[in-house]
């Protein structure tokens, strides 16, 4: 899926020479961000194209080859070129990303998971689910308020993996997928990484301020799941449950946002994804079952053992089934259903085909997920679209006759 975006129109003047870079197209796969860019050069003497610091610069001569779009892009040399609308496809993934930036900075991006942007797209994803299933019937979500969540999801997901290095600091050290984190291998101290912690908390806190009070509490009641969740894994076998409670939360802020009360639709919502990112996060456990049995780190990957691909298909029918009763409680049109099946597939397929003993595979059906809902989400945008305010108006009142609110101004 590509989402357009124009990225920069600027002509850039040095030395009498001109610089454009125009119509770019966005397309995330996999962590990796991928720029379809059309360049324009003319005919000039050697000079210099500065922006933003980049760790070396790169010289272009005849045919010019662009090795990255960070580490050309805003600093770099060209000498003796000819080109007019060359097309280059540019690939930046959230590794190049962070090492674009000074040394110093690096590890705290690092312990932000800025690297690593899957996790910023599976705690937006329900929100994004949650906001366009409370539009009124007919219209797309709130883009201010998708905005909002987008900001909330990317700076708490990076509160949350702060707070669980700062507890995990020393199994992480011991496991291999997670020894050259920053705090695992020493890079930061636990005061510093305690320090930087207000930075992303300082902004999220800003944006829940500007939702109504109800909204407020909920998001300040989050901080107790995230704060518990990676002490789970210490006493219990169960900490996907935990990290599900705690991921998911923003669908139930994101409903109050909108609504100023949370009824069935949304929790009947919220259980359905607890019970998605269980499943996506055991397999994901099970990359680092063999150093989480010798260090005595719990999880479903090694309660489930053998039986995972069972649990998990029970796991797949009990979201299928909170997904339509979400449907049918929120009125939801046929493309709403489609979306329904189409995730229950992907989730059969995705169970039945991985590797566990495999972390390749566990890390690849992993990232799928981010698919999975964005398909879901459009999905959930087209049934609305074709919702009338009717329905909806009806579906309201039917909640309100039945006593369903469960939580009023």
Not at 89 to 111: E, H, I, M, R, W
Not at 124 to 136: D, G, Q
Not at 375 to 403: H, R, T, V
Request: glycine share 6%; charged share 15%; aromatic share 12%.
């Amino acid at each position: 899926m590509h989402i357009s975006l124009l990225l920069m129109q600027r002509l850039h003047q040095v030395k009498n020479s001109w610089f454009a870079m125009k119509s770019c197209l966005l397309s995330p796969q996999m962590g990796t961000y991928q720029f379809r860019c059309s360049y324009i050069f003319p005919i000039s003497q050697h000079y210099g194209v500065a922006g933003l610091r980049t760790l070396r610069k790169h010289s272009f001569h005849g045919s010019g080859h662009i090795l990255s779009f960070w580490n050309y892009s805003l600093q770099g040399e060209l000498s003796e070129c000819n080109f007019i609308g060359i097309n280059r496809n540019l690939t930046v993934s959230g590794k190049s990303f962070v090492q674009a930036f000074p040394s110093n900075l690096q590890s705290y991006l690092q312990l932000m998971r800025i690297d690593r942007p899957i996790g910023v797209w599976l705690v937006f994803l329900p929100c994004a689910w949650s906001i366009s299933l409370a539009a009124p019937g007919g219209q797309l979500p709130d883009a201010k308020m998708l905005t909002l969540f987008a900001l909330g999801s990317f700076f708490m997901r990076g509160a949350g993996c702060i707070i669980n290095d700062m507890w995990d600091k020393d199994f992480d050290s011991k496991v291999a997928r997670t020894k050259d984190r920053p705090l695992a291998s020493g890079k930061l101290t636990r005061f510093k990484a305690l320090c930087f912690l207000s930075i992303p908390l300082s902004i999220s806190l800003s944006i829940l301020l500007t939702f109504n009070m109800n909204t407020i509490i909920l998001g300040v009641c989050s901080m107790i799941p995230c704060i518990l969740y990676p002490l789970m894994k210490r006493v219990t076998y169960w900490p996907q449950a935990f990290l599900g409670l705690t991921q998911n939360w923003g669908i139930l802020i994101a409903w109050s946002a909108i609504c100023g009360y949370l009824d069935w639709p949304c929790l009947t919502l919220y259980l359905s994804s607890l019970l998605w990112t269980m499943t996506y996060d055991t397999v994901y456990s099970h990359q680092d079952k063999e150093d989480d049995t010798v260090i005595g780190v719990k999880s479903t990957a090694i309660k489930f053992g053998d039986s995972t691909k069972t649990w998990l298909m029970s796991f797949t029918g009990l979201i299928s089934s909170g997904l339509l009763s979400t449907g049918y409680l929120c009125a939801q049109t046929w493309p709403y259903y489609v979306g329904v099946a189409l995730f229950t597939t992907h989730l059969v397929h995705q169970i039945y085909s991985v590797d566990l003993n495999n972390p390749e595979s566990c890390g690849q059906k992993f990232r799928s997920n981010r698919d999975l809902g964005l398909m879901f989400w459009l999905l959930i945008m087209a049934a609305n679209l074709i919702k009338s305010d009717k329905k909806d108006a009806g579906m309201e009142d039917e909640i309100q006759d039945s006593d369903q609110m469960l939580w009023s101004h």
